[in-house]
């Protein structure tokens, strides 16, 4: 009998460091010494290099993490509301005027939190199979409504108590050897997550599932418990980061962690991982955090510079200091995170700088990496079984079958909730268009939208671009003096370029919709804070304002006054934007049902390859969808300040969730493929009604805001989640088949 045997998974990998670490560490102190030229008053010191490391350090604790997420194929973008709301939860713990409880106490808690954070979003995109970047926003959204509802938008302090407990809170501070703490816990940080990625079966494990999860399940490594591993990781690397920000500040404010996703996903990939997957190096991330908190400092603190002041006629130089406007510097973030996802395609995996350097030498060139996809590709073949019941079924069945229907009985039943529980308000007939102004916004975005993700890509930035084209707009109106028609124009240019740059980045340069999307999502919010200076503008043309006013003021407006009657009560309640809204969507649910152009959309997005074998141009149709997306966004960009009089530079906000969110309820698939205008009309409607009835004073309880947008991001959960189970897997479908054999196994039983 032959000896049994054992199958070993190789050498682990060897790599704890290489050569584009040390063109990282010759960038970051170049990059220190144009700071120090730049202002010498602050990066010259001693303390600037200080407070650089001790920042780095919380970036870097929570980059580390997010490598294994990274190297994995996978995304975490809940990282940055994972450190705020640990951080205020610990305040509210920890604090005397809440909870007041111990610092043990409080620290246990914090962590069996990050814990659960983890395991929630590795459970979401393994076992439930949730997109990682839609899993992951959809927690950061909800993560970003608990902290703002648990700290009511005010911080909150705990200095005086945490002088009682000063070996926590001395993490937080500088030690004997002239240093702060936190740089010391990065460091081991780091020191053990280079090695256990570098030098263990966990990190062999990682970069296998990372490179080809097909080949690692066959290699038999559990790679479903390897993904969630590495969530677990980074949110216990987001919960110390957090806590030594407790430690240090003896407070917590809402803004925690704003950004921080963006600012740590591009440290990790300016260290070399890929974004694609199976691979990146522990150091490499911590000295791309070190670049993205050196280029940070380097913008906000801005350098010195010498103003001339008039004073009695008098010219008097004053020293002053040259800061970069509001959003510039998120503009600057959101740039780098798509320049860095383009670092690994173009340089990284052709090995520009070894085939320079191997040029120089006269030496021939290395190989180049492996530029193809991986070895198994499973085509996008979704929901075919829900396709044949809708075929098979008739009569009511057959509406009931459409995958659309659940938005539309939906919308149904919150409207009649709502007449239950509010007739006096819910059965006005103007409150009720009053509800439709609301909904009119969301149901442009989402029109646009219903492309993107039919044609089987994202659109992350759909809110910001509304802003983006609202911002502009107002800017022309109320800065420059622009006439409505320009303004208008110029606002729907705006947007329309950055749909544009969507478009090519996601299609010229092929990295992934959500990565260029997200970086446009701050781009252009960065941009329309900084066209207003951060500040709220109001104040145009009344001929600007009908595009947001009711038909009965654009008559007036114009000297005509309708007749009493019917004509004059619809006038009085139908507004501009509403109309325009269902123009637009008439003709966009004309086009995807009827003209080729849809056929083109669903089939790009149902099955990419089989698209492209039948001589579409795959290419053409997802740019055009991501313009159209942009467009539609602009739109509304357009109305809302005409509608409101005004812009805020949060206009927007949290509307991509909405948007994704009214797509998937009415019937899109997240997958792509799927997806009609009159299910997204429905979903939105349904959205709308939910943020009406939450809204809604009932025997004088109003829900606050930022847990409605908490609900919504539930509500994102669980409409992905029955796209999945529900519409493409057929689990009641299968249950029912599974009983039926059963009963039939248990009748032949009973008749032997």
Known sequence: MAPATTTSLGRAPPQLAGGW??????????????GAFLNPAFFASTEALHALLRDTSRVGIIAVGMTFVIVNKDLDLSVGSTYGLVAVM??????????????????????????????????????????????????????????LALTHGQAIYYSDKASAYPHFFHLGETNFLGFNNQILIFAIVAAVGAFVLAKTRWGYETFATGGNEQAAVYAGIPTRWVRIRAYLISSLCATLAALLSAAQDKGVTPLYGVSWELTVIASVVIGGASILGGRGRVLGSCLGAAVVVLIDKVLREGWPITRTVVIDGESIAVNARFTLPAGAVLVFLGLLLVAAVLIEPYLIRRQVAARFWAWLR???????????????????TKGAT?????????????????RDALAIILTALLWLTGLALRPDYWWNLSNTFAILLNYTELALIAVGLTYVIAAGDID???????????????????????????????????????????????????????????????????????????QQLTGWPESYNLLGRKMNDVLLHFGVSPPPGLIRSIAEVVSVQ?????????LAGVVLAYMPFGLKVLSTGGNLRAAAYAGINTNRVRFLALLLSALCASMAGIINIAYFRSFNPVAG???????????????GSIFGGYGTIIGSLAGAAAITLVRALLQLNVQGFTMPQHWINVFI???????????????QANIFGRIRSLLARRRQVAEGTHAG
């Open 90 to 147: 610990f305040a509210r713990l920890f604090a005397p005027s809440f909870l007041d409880l111990g610092i043990v106490t409080s620290i246990i808690l914090c962590v069996l939190l990050g814990t659960a954070i983890g395991l929630f979003n590795g459970i979401l995109v393994t076992v439930l199979r949730a997109p990682a970047f839609i899993a992951t926003l959809t927690v950061l959204f909800i993560g970003r409504g608990f902290v």
């Open 21 to 34: 670490e040390a063109g990282l560490l010759l960038f970051l102190v170049l990059l220190y010494f144009a």
């Open 460 to 534: 992350l930035s759909v809110g910001a671009v509304l802003a983006l084209a609202g911002s502009t707009a107002a800017y022309f109106l109320k800065v420059l003096g622009a006439d409505p028609m320009t303004s208008v124009a110029m606002g729907m240019l705006a947007g329309m370029v950055a749909g544009l740059v969507n478009a090519t980045v996601t299609v010229g340069f092929k990295l992934p919709a959500f990565i260029a999307t997200l970086g446009m999502f701050y781009i252009a919010r960065g941009l329309a804070a900084w066209f207003v200076a951060g």
């Open 578 to 586: 509403t109309i325009w809204m269902f123009l637009v969507a008439l």
């Open 713 to 727: 991001g539930v509500i994102l959960i669980v409409a992905v989640l029955v796209d999945i189970w529900v519409r």
């Open 362 to 380: 006269g030496g021939p060139p290395p190989p180049a990496y492996e530029t193809g996809g991986v070895a198994l590709e499973g085509v996008q």
């Open 386 to 402: 829900a396709s044949d019941t809708a075929l098979a079924a008739t009569g009511f069945g057959k509406f009931l079958a459409r």
């Open 653 to 667: 906000q949290f509307r991509e969730l909405d948007a994704i969110a009214a797509v998937i309820i009415g019937g």
